[in-house]
């Protein structure tokens, strides 16, 4: 998978894509949609445009509506809200039909994302080996139920 630092992503994408590169992971993961730098930047044009995406000059990258992403690929997922909030506690462990993007953080700096395996480990950091992962702590979840898989969408 690409990384989110890779020098043929924008610069934006290097500071502050982690959430979104975690959920074209669990994507690919689901529906095998080809993920390359050039379409990376062409789906992120798109959810900006639909407003799944904000990118402008208050936020990069922020993640408005993850459920319609994965829905652009055909997967009906819906996001774990639980005591009113969808941030969820790190020892919740997903059950069969559900996945995770974990967030990391580290005292003084900015949060981080990263696609989980189910079980709160790191299955795929977006910025290979990041110090939120390496020096942090796990401080919640985003979790979603995947109920349905529609078809193999590309996404173009």
Sequence with gaps: MILQRDENLPESFH???????????????????????????????????????QNDEKYQHYIRDPEAIFGHFGIEAKMLVKGGTHHIEPSYACGPNEVEVLFFKRPGHIGHFVAGDGHGHVAYDPYGVSNSVKFGRLESKRVFRIANIYSQRDGT
Excluded: Q
């Excluded at 500071?15 to 959920?23: A, F, I, P, V």
């Design 15 to 53: 500071r502050k894509g982690c959430y979104e590169m975690s959920l074209l992971f669990l994507v690919n993961k689901h529906v095998n949609v080809s993920v390359s730098p050039p379409r990376i930047k062409v789906f992120d044009k798109l959810f900006t445009a639909k407003g799944w995406v």
